[in-house]
């Protein structure tokens, strides 16, 4: 009997330390948190909250000050996604993607002989898609916020006069593509300067450009003086924007992603984003597997995960695109019973051949060049947003005159099937290119309830990595009882279906686990093996507090109060 009731105790001792919630390890907060690529634009978001503006105001604050410290990837002259959740759980997203100007068709990138002009949709003034950044901020803020425009971007237009401060990894970016700067600009552009670490970089030219913004909302970037010159600017240099274009711009609000993983509920971003649509495929491929008890990133693990992500990505070029110009068989690629019939010869034995997955031929790597930030509010509303210029610096094609750089966006459409782009991106019909269409991205803002109360708040950059950097950073804190900061901090490894590899981050991960995984089969990317993403999230605490993860593979920062 006594033996027993012992037993029973430490049964019990056993489950209740299981689930127990992680001990964070990242910053904590009371109230609201900001966590971006730039510690001046998580200040930026949590100054604007501690005025008593909401999450969506924080939004509008962050993303704007992003395009003044952070001009490799945050911008005006790009475009992005944003997924919320408001205190009340009410979701929604929206959509706010550059897109293709009127004059674009489907052959725009070819010569004569149907052959994709080197650079044409990559480079300069050619390859720049309508900007959405604007009309999204604007949007949301119409639909959500409390305080005035002017209130929100006085303290982005002061950090721009004031300047910031180059960090090491900036410094880098910007040494590395000077050249390409001074060859698509001239040699008196801002910066074909060297920029050193420590030196400090002012902005005077955008202050202007954002107090426009500020005074006009929307119509202050998409009508009047600033779209004149941008569209004058573009077109000077060769490129396709017009003043119409930018007036005809909208972003857009769309029903999100929502499916449920476990006890998890989780709200990601729809198409034309790839991102919610692949990442609830993995999920539910994946579902009736004890991972935790696998351990993480165990041989297991890694290749349950990646047979799912190989399924998954086989399915995303072919069937998705902007849903305004091609019908997508969401009930069909998202239910239970194709899904189970997709996985149906998985075998723990050996890997599955990327050339046995049906679904066109087609071989996805896009940007790495994108930002991503969470905020968290003292009401609990929530956003997850990211944003891009697709490559790094966009087109290298900067407004001196406005202080900003534009968008290479152009290069996510297929400029012609079976061809890659500059990131080896060969593109299926949904995403050829069109009049006004959205091309198509893996941005991946997510949001994930537990017990109908909000969890995390989560995204990166990564170009096709984003669905898998996310979908590991969720795991990590749900199946490996990560706290935030661990969950981001933790070796990733992806796998895309094509090309038929296992990239993984340089370290972290063991020869013995390499070597069990190869023995099966795996085709391992030794030569190549980058970071994967840059993950900033946050975590509702059970007491209500914020954990963040502000990754360290970059200057990531979280801030709050």
């Not at 069937?319 to 068989?329: A, K, N, Q, R, T």
């Not at 009882?481 to 063991?510: K, T, Y």
């Amino acid at each position: 009997m006594k033996k027993a009731l012992l037993l029973t105790i430490a049964l019990l001792l056993f489950v209740n330390c299981k689930k127990q919630p992680a001990v964070p390890t990242g910053l904590v907060t009371e109230k609201a948190m900001v966590v971006s690529a730039r510690e001046e634009a998580s200040k930026v978001g949590v100054e604007i909250m501690k005025k008593g503006g909401n999450a969506f105001d924080a939004m509008v604050a962050t993303e704007m000050a992003l395009v003044v410290a952070y001009p490799f990837a945050g911008n005006l002259g790009g475009g992005g996604f944003m997924v919320y959740r408001k205190a009340d759980g009410d979701v929604g997203s929206i959509d706010y993607r550059e897109k293709a100007p009127l004059s674009a068709h489907k052959d725009m990138y070819l010569d004569s002989l149907g052959n994709v002009i080197p650079g044409m949709s990559t480079k300069g003034a050619t390859a720049v898609g309508v900007p959405g950044t604007v009309a999204g901020v604007i949007e949301v803020h119409k639909k959500f916020g409390k305080l005035s425009l002017e209130e929100i971007f006085d303290p982005v237009i002061a950090l721009a006069e004031r300047g910031v401060v180059v960090t090491e990894n900036q410094e880098k970016r910007l040494e590395r593509t000077r050249e390409v700067f001074i060859e698509v600009n001239s040699d008196s552009t801002k910066f074909a300067q060297v920029y050193k670490k420590g030196d400090i970089i002012k902005y005077p030219a955008l202050a202007e450009t954002l107090r426009a913004i500020a005074k006009n909302g929307r119509d202050g970037f998409y009508k009047g003086e600033v779209a004149q010159k941008l569209a004058a600017f573009i077109q000077e240099k060769g490129g396709f924007v017009t003043e119409e274009d930018l007036a005809k711009y909208e972003a857009k609000w769309r029903q999100p992603i929502i499916f449920k993983y476990k006890d998890l509920k989780i709200v990601s971003m729809s198409p034309p984003s790839s991102g919610g649509v692949t990442m609830n495929q993995i999920f539910k491929m994946m579902e009736s597997h004890d991972l935790s008890s696998y351990g993480h990133n165990s041989a297991k693990t890694v290749q349950l995960f990646t047979e799912a992500s190989r399924r998954a990505y086989a399915d995303r070029n072919y069937y998705l695109g902007d849903p305004d110009f091609v019908e997508i068989p969401l009930d069909v690629i998202l239910s239970n019973s194709y899904l189970e019939e997709r996985m149906a010869n998985f075998s723990w034995d050996k890997a599955t051949k990327s050339s046995e997955v049906e679904r066109g031929n087609v071989q996805i790597v896009e940007s790495m060049e994108t930002t991503h930030y969470s905020i968290v509010d003292a009401e609990g509303n929530a956003i997850s947003a990211t944003t891009t210029l697709n490559g790094a610096y966009g087109s290298k094609l900067y407004s001196d005159e406005l202080g900003f750089f534009l968008n290479n966006e152009m290069d996510d459409f297929s400029a012609k099937p079976g061809i890659p782009n500059m990131f080896g991106l060969i593109g299926a019909e949904a995403n050829s290119i069109a009049a006004e269409k959205r091309m198509l991205s893996s941005m991946t803002p997510t949001i994930v309830e537990k017990d109908e109360k909000l969890w995390m708040v989560v995204g990166t950059p990564g170009g096709s990595t984003i669905i898998t950097a996310v979908a590991q950073t969720i795991l990590n804190g749900y199946e490996f009882n990560m706290s935030m900061q661990e969950a981001v901090n933790a070796p990733r490894f992806h796998h895309q279906w094509l090309p038929d590899m296992v990239i993984f981050e340089p370290e972290g991960f063991s020869p013995e686990l390499k070597t069990e995984l190869a023995a099966k089969g795996y085709i391992l990317n030794e030569e190549r093996t980058p970071i994967i993403g840059k993950v900033d999230a946050i975590r509702v605490l059970p007491d209500g507090k914020l954990e963040g993860g502000a990754d360290k593979r970059g200057d990531d920062t979280a801030v709050g109060y």
